[in-house]
Nanobody
């Protein structure tokens, strides 16, 4: 299993910014599609952003479009989520995810990092 470790969460005022990091333990990081998900208490985990290996191609959930930016540094085995213009509704635990391959593996999840946006 690929181990993922998120960091960079914290408490920020509405309108502020945070940058989340996710470090992967694998030497084949550059071949993986990576994503960020988030989950607020009492809600289902939801997709936030995705970055593919090739290209890369970027995908964002509608609520974060124009505010968040996903990026990756393959030399550091790290994916980032730059979060700008934060809103209280962005408050959640943010999880890093390594996309799995059917018939190969089920992907990997990090333990999450808490982001709290105050109003």
């Amino acid at each position: 299993q690929v181990q993922l470790k998120e960091s960079g969460g914290g408490l920020v005022q509405a309108g502020g910014s945070l940058r989340l990091s996710c470090e992967a333990s694998t030497s084949t990081f550059s071949t993986y599609t990576m994503a960020w998900y988030r989950q607020a208490p009492g809600k289902e985990r939801e997709f936030v952003a995705r970055i593919t290996a090739a290209g890369p191609l970027l995908y964002y959930a509608d609520p974060v479009k124009g505010r968040f930016a996903i990026s990756r540094d393959n030399a550091k085995n790290t994916v980032y989520l730059q979060m700008n213009s934060l809103k209280p509704e962005d408050t959640a635990i943010y999880y890093c995810y390594r996309q799995g391959t059917p018939g190969s593996d089920f992907g990997s999840w990090g333990q999450g990092t808490q982001v709290t946006v105050s109003s």
